[in-house]
């Protein structure tokens, strides 16, 4: 297929359009595949990750992020490529895809690539354009790095499944959490559209496997899986309900991860709110935590919110405020509680939690070893004891419990509601 319209920009131009276009849309992240080159082509996919993010080890990882295009013929009303916005409107061919991958990497720029684009003409169009571009990066010009790539709500399932076999990771972004908020501010999408290409590539990754298990050597489909996107506080829903979501997208359609991405008002329309404080900044962060402990410590959104308690706790992260709504259920002996239970510990990662329940094979632990492990014990200490001794005297009490973890040279309010306000590092990375 080739591409209708013509253009008069240089690369460079397009580039300049295209990547600033781009930078609203989150869903990328780390590889989570790692593969090698055979040797026939150049790159390679590391399960360190890629993306512009920096890894465990301070090293910065970095993705060639960009639109095919930012023509659109949707209207959404929180959108900058909204079809009515008067901006600078260019398109890429897939062969410019290709080589600007290409250069990219040989200058050691990037590790890979995240395609996405608004809809050109048509979602069949679109998505014949983008399965035209990883084919031609595969098998053309031999890049073996990685490739996410956007899966078109709307588009012919073979186009989407052409560019599943080319591509480690494919993303179809919900846009809003609820099926009303779409309709309000998204009037030519709709749910069914957007879930109906997860659901296929969620079944063809299992017919996939199966392929897999009996032969080898059979082409491999989104072997990184998928993940999705929602725009967060453009929209009234609660945290409560954004968290069911989630918690559904991940029981229902295997995915990978769900991104969060903080409302920014780039339009001026009656429909959107004002956010006069800036975008919601500290709910994504709330969010994103919240979703790790649905992913890897065992929670479910309902035990963290409810429809009485709708809200995150903007002082405290989502599991130390379970943990002090839930005392009943502290203090846990470090030396006899199982890996679950650990997890529950605010202070406790995952890994840590593994090296507890490793290391007190061999001997019983006591507060030094929990802070060689990595326990955070400045909030841990509140909720465990090691042989039955807690670290220092402490009440199993609320309030004082949150104005010691909170701060305790400052004096912030504090009610029963936990409903007070002060900005948190967004690199807050406690357990």
Known sequence: MELRLTSQMTLMQKLQILTDAAKYDVACTSSGIDRSGDG??????????????????????????????????????????RRSNDVPRASFTPDEICELTIQFYRRNYIEGLFLSSGILFSPDYTMELIAQAVYKLRTEYRFQGYIHVKAIPGADPQLIWK???????????????????????????????????????????????????????????????????????????????????AESLYQKFDLKRVFYSAFVRVNDDAMLPALPGGPPLLREHRLYQADFLLRYYGFGASELLSEQRPHFNVLLDPKCDWAVRHLEQFPVEINR??????????????????????????????????????????????????????MYRTKLDEDYIVRNIVDAKENFPFSKDGMTYKQLSLFDTSS
Do not use: W
């Open 40 to 81: 026939t082509g150049i790159g390679n996919a590391k399960l360190a990750g890629i993306c512009h993010s920096f890894s465990s080890d301070g090293r910065c990882i970095s993705l060639l992020k960009i639109l095919f295009t930012n023509e659109c013929i949707f209207d959404c009303r929180y959108c900058l490529n």
């Open 163 to 245: 560019a599943g076999l080319y591509a480690d990771r494919m993303s179809v972004n919900l846009e809003l959490p609820t099926a009303e908020s779409l309709r309000a501010l998204a009037p030519n999408k709709n749910r069914k559209n957007i879930l109906a290409p997860m659901r296929m590539i969620q079944n063809i990754r299992k017919e996939n496997q199966n392929e897999l298990a009996l032969y080898r050597h059979a082409p491999r489909f989104v072997p990184a899986g998928q993940s999705t996107q929602m725009i967060i506080g453009a929209t009234p829903e609660s945290d409560f309900q954004i968290m069911s979501v």
């Open 337 to 390: 509680a199982d890996y679950k239970t650990l997890l529950r510990v605010p202070g406790i990662g995952v890994k840590s939690a593994c090296r507890i329940v490793g290391a007190r094979k061999s001997a019983s632990l006591n507060f030094d070893d929990l802070k060689k492990i990595g326990v955070v014990l400045k909030r841990a200490l509140y909720f465990i004891t090691c042989s039955g001794r807690m």
